[in-house]
């Protein structure tokens, strides 16, 4: 996670040095800040995939900033640390909605490993947050009618396979619905280029070669000028290959 941005707080000047360098030196983008108070100063301002705090600080404690950010940063993850390790703190801290918890003295490389956790830990809420809501985008503007458990399921995967650029196969009787399905797709993934549809069973095997790859002028005796190709065509879009 050598892009992630890390908050360290903690009231010890040395303790705030030595862990910033040592993180830096993993890759991490690491700022600092001496008390509660000021970490929260510095979160208004700014955006961090995580924060490590100290638990007992003068002034605001780890506790108390651990749930500021769940209050008003509830997608940061916070790992707190204290040299008063105890099963009551732990308990306090994960109630307080720590992601985690270090007891001091801590081992750098377990800091890391806890800082990597914590940072998937958001971009995989952050991704489930996406998805549900583009489920929620298509629900309300699908062309799929229907609530069934069944229907769900394909537009739940129609929101995870649309970003993407692989080759999608749509099965399914007569009048299922495979076309409006690939539209979906289609629309979901906001392409560029446009939604193109081609028969592939009303066309000869002939005619079916020349339509998706094109011609040039005189390839065959109907050929009076040049014409580009289906794939050409959807470039950018969608080619939706119906009864291939």
Known sequence: MSDARVLFVDDDENMRDVVARRLKTRGFDVETAPSGDAALGVLGQADFDVVVSDLRMRGMSGLDVCTWVVENRSDTPVVVVTAFGSLD??????????????????????????????????????????????????????????????????????????????SVLITGESGTGKEVVARLLHDTAQRSGPFVAINCAALPEALLESELFGHVRGAFTDAKSDKPGLLVEANGGTLFLDEI
């Open 89 to 166: 703190t732990a308990i306090a801290a994960i109630r307080a909605g720590a992601y985690d918890f270090l007891v001091k003295p801590f081992d750098i490389e377990a800091l890391v490993i806890t800082i990597d956790r914590a940072v998937q830990h958001k971009r995989l809420r952050g991704e489930v947050q996406r998805l549900r809501r583009a489920v929620a985008t298509n629900q309300a503007t699908s062309p799929l009618v229907g609530e069934s458990d069944g229907m769900r399921r394909v537009r739940d995967m129609v929101a995870r396979v649309a970003p993407g650029t692989a």
